[in-house]
């Protein structure tokens, strides 16, 4: 029985370690996603249009040109 406390003990400790490396690429999602949302709105837009939107060419911003 031994064995299998270790064992469990191993998981726990690494669900620990996998939570804290989600939280922190978590962060650094949000963190990214903040800094693509600053390019694309300080972006001189260079856009290539496709039937029924248009996507810049240099941030990957997009749209609908339906309207
Ligand atoms: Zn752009």
Do not use: P
Not at 31 to 59: S, V, W
């Amino acid at each position: 029985m031994m064995d299998q406390t270790y064992i469990d003990n191993s998981h726990y400790s690494e669900i620990k370690i996998l939570k804290e490396e989600v939280e922190l690429l978590q962060e650094r999602v949000c963190h990214l996603r903040q800094k693509i949302d600053h390019l694309q709105r300080h972006c001189k837009h260079l856009f290539l249009e496709t039937a029924g939107m248009r996507e810049c060419q240099k941030c990957g911003f997009s749209e609908s040109t339906y309207y």
